[in-house]
């Protein structure tokens, strides 16, 4: 091999050498660049995350606002039908098929199976005569929750309630109240055991059904915006 044959073999490497590095800088850089646009956009997403539930508990506590007249002009009226709770046989009401019970009569739209223009306060109890939930506000020294002192914001649009809701308020008009028996089966089923302390719990409602406030539709549909976006969002995040 003579000089000048070395010498262009040495530059050669040189060349090789000084593309590997920009080649490898240009990698480095590329990643980091990936990486810190991810951390950004993760840190969006974290941002918009905490954004959306400040959003959604701000727009609770403005239905809980806008519902008050609504809560006051049918407390009293409701309250009156905690009398109707009483301790029922499991096993017998697992048995029946489901019942229903005007208690009062309705003079408003008649509701059609799978309705869901409508608001609605009420009560579920379990075989025992313990209440499990309802639209009842307490005090806060109130830990048993013996004494209600209000009326929380109705259900608006309730299309996620359970079956045996969805099938009990049939034919129901607004403004009427109605006591619903649900056999287990078209309650929760055997998929929770928090509710009534075991799976397949028949459970009762008293249902009270009331045109929709046209304000408080729309916070809900504003909530339900906020929450859809929320979850998501938060779904996303664990993945």
């Known amino acids: 091999m003579n000089e000048k044959q070395l010498k262009t073999n040495v530059w050669q ?27 950004n956009s993760k840190q969006s997403q974290e941002d918009r995350i905490s954004e959306l539930s400040n959003a959604i508990t701000a727009k609770s506590n403005e239905i809980e606002e806008a519902a008050k007249p609504l809560g006051s ?34 003079t408003g739209k008649q509701l059609a199976e799978d309705d869901s223009d409508y608001s609605a306060y009420y009560i579920g109890w379990c075989g025992d005569g313990s209440i499990f939930d309802s639209s009842f506000s307490y005090a806060e020294d109130d830990t048993d929750k013996t004494t209600p002192t209000g009326l929380q914001a109705p259900l608006i649009s309730p299309s996620s309630v359970i079956e045996g809701w ?74």
């Open 13 to 39: 490497r040189i060349i090789i050498i000084v593309v590997a590095i920009l080649l490898l800088g240009s990698t480095v850089l590329t990643y980091m660049f990936i990486v810190m646009s991810g951390n």
């Open 73 to 106: 002009k049918y407390f009293k009226e409701f309250e009156a039908y905690k009398k109707q709770i009483k301790s029922y046989n499991v096993a017998n009401a697992n048995n029946e098929k489901l019942k229903v019970e005007d208690l009062k009569e309705g």
């Open 166 to 239: 969805k099938q009990g308020v049939v034919g129901m008009k607004l403004g009427g109240v109605r006591q619903i028996s649900i056999p287990g089966e078209l309650a929760y089923g055997d998929t929770r055991s928090d509710i009534c302390g075991q799976k397949n719990a028949p459970l009762k409602f008293i249902v009270m059904a009331l045109p929709t406030d046209e304000t408080l539709g729309k916070l809900n549909k504003e909530w339900n915006e906020l929450f859809s976006e929320y979850y998501a969002l938060l779904m996303g995040s664990q993945q």
